[in-house]
Nanobody, 123 residues
Framework: QVQLVESGGGLVQAGGSLRLSCAAS????????IGWFRQAPGKEREFVAA????????VYGDSVKGRATISRDNAKNTVYLQMNRLKPEDTAVYYC????????????????WGQGTQVTVSS
């Protein structure tokens, strides 16, 4: 089992950057694939990025491809999401999630979720 805590959200102007962090508990952190999802008010939860346990495989959603980089530091039990050239459409609550399996773009594939961190991008 793993517990996740997101941080790093905030208010940023369009064109700016943020780095979100997902800090995890557990001694087998490197066995979990980690995904980032976001949800804006009134919208479905949307896939952003995912990374395999070793960090060797990364997957990105179409809406952030080329602007986002997911990475992990297993020694720190932390996954990062670097977001560049932010747009107002990126405004959402961002969640990280863990699965004891391969990275997935589907919400239902993940067993553990953090509480979310708010990202607001102003125009």
């Amino acid at each position: 089992q793993v517990q996740l805590v997101e941080s790093g959200g905030g208010l940023v102007q369009a064109g700016g950057s943020l780095r979100l962090s997902c800090a995890a508990s557990g001694r087998t952190f490197n066995a979990y694939a980690i995904g980032w999802f976001r949800q804006a008010p009134g919208k479905e939860r949307e896939f952003v990025a995912a990374i395999s346990g070793s960090g060797g495989i990364t997957v990105y959603g179409d809406s952030v491809k080329g602007r986002a980089t997911i990475s992990r530091d297993n020694a720190k039990n932390t996954v990062y999401l670097q977001m560049n050239r932010l747009k107002p459409e990126d405004t959402a609550v961002y969640y990280c999630a863990a699965t004891y399996s391969s990275p997935s773009i589907k919400v239902a594939s993940y067993n553990y979720w953090g509480q979310g961190t708010q990202v607001t991008v102003s125009s």
